[in-house]
DNA sequence: TGTTAGCACTCCACAACATCGAGTGCTAAT
DNA sequence: ATTAGCACTCGATGTTGTGGAGTGCTAACA
């Protein structure tokens, strides 16, 4: 049996119906839906030969049918409708995120909490945004300061001014021109090196030249190390985590149970982020359905990502997370816009 | 009418009989529950008294009673038993907690979401700690630093060791010595001096002062000023929200997606923490049961919350939050002796 | 006078049952 | 190939009835 033009169009009218009402769509709903003017008991035919071929399904017997995985699949790589209006409608949200941007001052944490909350409330599904990784990134600035007769301050600044601190405590005073010497020797050891390249033997070059001043060197290179470390586990902010009670398919109490737990154990999402970030495809937006994403307490659910670049090398995901019958059309291209205007961000700003 | 010995008796074991079961509880129950040696009839009656006194309620005629909030406060008050058991096991969690600020590094931020993590596996409510606010605190150390031809950094610590950056971007290269200059300006001037103070008319003399280097000086008073403003608004981490659905009266759509937005928009939290920080008590310990907290999305539960001080006006807030029928002994006695942990943290590692 | 046994009454929870209607598959006619 | 017609299926919804837990009240008792 061939999928024909005719199958695919009643198949596009089936999910498209379905994705509005969530309710089993019927052939008589479909035989006036559709422009086709075809009578119910044709239709009938028809989506019982859809039903065989896997794209649609029955809950039960004398129900209308849904869309199945395969189905959905289907419907957003080959049948989405990238409208006009739609396209200027989804805008509107990106709108608002390049307000955002523009504010931006240097509050990373601050704007993706924020984006991700826009995101939310004007798509009614969840969403997460992963802080851009710095893997790769060279270390820019390294500083020594002393704040206190025992506390010495590590300030650390990667590329794309990433900042991290680290109080130091010191068992013996020293003098200010130790502290010059040491701050000359840490940057000019290691300004410029790529942070995953600052290893062991690295530290063990760097406590042969301080000689005497061994104890601070290891603890420094500790700060570092740490930082190196904490960009491992990737920041995640969600917003949105309530807009899964909108949709009955994903709100009885186990369902969301897990959900909310798997958005408040942000690890847990770590696995959907690098998933997205390693298998990029050509657009940068990818589009898991249902059990096809790698989050398994997701499986009801359907999840669409879009990878988005800073800089080279600063990578960071944007996804939603929704019921399988989201509005894969809006999303998609509320995602593609918002995806190009980061992407072009760095550049911009550095040609201003 | 009065409330009796032998009423306060069967109170106490109506509440506690339903803080174990979370149904209606009967005469006939109470009857064989209690030592008191009392038929049911005579329960009955009692019954009838207590709750025209206003300590229990009954969902419908023939159904069992249920402690009202008037009961709980009660109970609360006066009717908690601090068996020695009940410490013991609770400061298994506490351990786990001392653990936790043994091994702090210095993230704050780590160690307060940890803990609010323990707290709610521990106890199978959610959570919810507040940072210590640095109301009051000096600075404490304030420096720019030259990342770049056209960045400064600018990097301020408050007492208590708290630290901030800021990125400014220079019209035009500052030389060596001037930043030097800028740095002695800025530290003479400020250094020791209560965030709070450092206002407009401080920076307008500090621009005096500065000459040709207004402008970097406005920026830089900017910088301080954004330390001092988002400290206004209160870090919040909470923990084990998902815990509401072990609690049916909890946990239908309305209720539970009220309290998941509530949990996450923490800035609905802020009012409930500030309550605790103003009207703290002799204990440091409150609670609040049904409408009694500051939240009305929470009118139906109980948050029992600690107020702990890490040095001399860094305080916090350690909260929980479940249904009314919450194990209120169990909960408290965790909560006193975690506050007590950290109220003598601080002194202990000064004095180590 | 306080306590208790007994009893009629209430009301919810739950199961059994009936009904309705949307939707189907199939057949036969067009 | 399409469609009208029909018997059938099955969940959703509503109705009814029964059981049991619990109450309030009364009368008897210590």
Chains 1, 2 share one sequence.
Do not use: W
């Amino acid at each position: 049996m061939e999928l024909d033009e005719r199958k695919r169009k009643i198949l596009q009218a089936i999910i498209r119906n379905y994705l509005e009402t969530g309710e089993p769509v019927g052939s008589r709903t479909i035989s006036k839906y559709t422009d086709l003017n075809l009578s119910s008991a044709t239709i009938r035919n028809e989506m019982a030969d859809l039903e065989e071929l896997g794209y649609i399904l029955q809950p039960h017997t004398s129900a209308g049918r849904i869309p199945s995985d395969k189905g959905y699949r289907l419907y957003v790589d080959t049948m989405l409708q990238e409208k006009e209006e739609q396209l200027s409608q989804a805008t509107q949200e990106v709108k608002e995120m390049q307000q955002i941007l523009l504010e931006k001052e240097d509050k990373m944490e601050a704007i993706l909490k924020q984006m991700a909350k826009v995101l939310a409330v004007n798509t009614n599904y969840a969403t997460l945004v992963s802080a851009p990784q710095v893997k790769g990134n060279k270390l820019k600035f390294i500083q020594l300061s002393r704040v206190d007769v025992r506390q010495l301050l590590t300030t650390i600044v990667v590329e794309g001014n990433v900042i991290k601190n680290t109080m130091i405590q010191v068992a013996e005073p020293l003098d200010d021109e130790t502290l010059l010497k040491l701050n000359i020797l840490l940057n000019t050891n290691l300004n410029g090196l790529p942070i995953e390249e600052i290893n062991l033997a690295m530290i063990a070059r760097l406590k042969h030249q301080a000689g005497i001043y061994n104890d601070i060197i290891a603890e420094v290179m500790d700060a570092v190390a740490a930082v190196i470390k904490e960009d491992e586990d990737i920041e995640i902010y969600t917003s949105g985590t309530n807009n899964i009670f909108k949709y009955p398919e994903l709100s009885d109490h186990q369902r969301a149970s897990e959900l909310i737990t798997t958005f408040e154990e942000k690890q847990l999402l770590t696995e959907l982020v690098q998933d997205t970030l390693t298998e990029e495809n050509s657009t940068g937006i990818q589009v898991y359905i249902g059990n096809e994403t790698p989050v398994k307490t997701m499986k009801d659910c359907s999840v669409v990502t879009a990878t988005y670049e800073l800089e080279e090398g600063m990578k960071g995901t944007i996804g939603i997370i929704g019921p399988r019958r989201m509005d894969y059309d809006k999303v998609i291209s509320t995602l593609k816009t918002l995806k190009s205007q980061l992407d072009t961000l760095y550049k911009k700003e550095d040609t201003q």
